[in-house]
């Protein structure tokens, strides 16, 4: 497996948000692997509205980065079974950029499920978009309790589940 550029796309921008610890851990596994990355925040990807006026800046934005990845890791909580909107209206500013890349999921709740329906949910957009959802998904149950007050994972053997996930991505 060379170097490769996989972005890790935050898919929530809700305050208080827990999955942010998740992306900042998988960000640093990544690049403590060699690879090249970058956290994509929903926070900064939120649109005025849905219209369809024109390509909004920050999908220029979005595409450039995409574009360049190999592959694409995406973070997302689970909101009431399903992912959150603001991580399908990311989603939406592009289409052909996403062509063939794979992806990886980490999925994360407060609950004992870690984020699994949120994701089966997130995976039929994915296909939608071309893009290939890898097997090695990689679970946060119990958000609150997996990390400490300095947001460091309290179990190491997530480190081996993502490097697993990027074997796959490769």
């Known amino acids: 497996m060379g170097i490769m550029f996989i972005p890790i796309i935050l898919g929530t921008a809700r305050e208080g948000r827990q999955s942010e610890k998740v992306a900042n851990f998988v960000l640093e596994v990544v690049k403590k692997a060699g690879h090249e990355s970058l956290m994509v925040d929903a926070r900064d990807y939120r649109l005025p509205a849905t ?19 190999e592959a694409l890791i995406i973070v997302s909580p689970e909101y009431n079974h399903g992912y959150p909107g603001e991580l399908k209206m990311l989603l939406d500013l592009l289409y052909e950029e996403y062509a063939g890349k794979k992806v990886g999921l980490c999925g994360v709740s407060m609950g004992p499920w870690g984020g699994a329906r949120g994701l089966q949910a997130l995976k039929l957009s994915l296909l939608a978009f071309s893009l290939i959802p890898v097997v090695q998904t990689v679970y946060f149950p119990n958000v609150t309790e997996l990390f400490d007050a300095s947001g460091g994972i309290k179990d190491p053997s997530y480190e081996k589940s993502i490097k697993g996930m990027l074997k796959a991505l490769s």
């Open 51 to 69: 219209d369809n006026t024109g390509e909004p800046e920050p999908a220029k934005k979005l595409a450039e980065i995409v574009s360049k990845a």
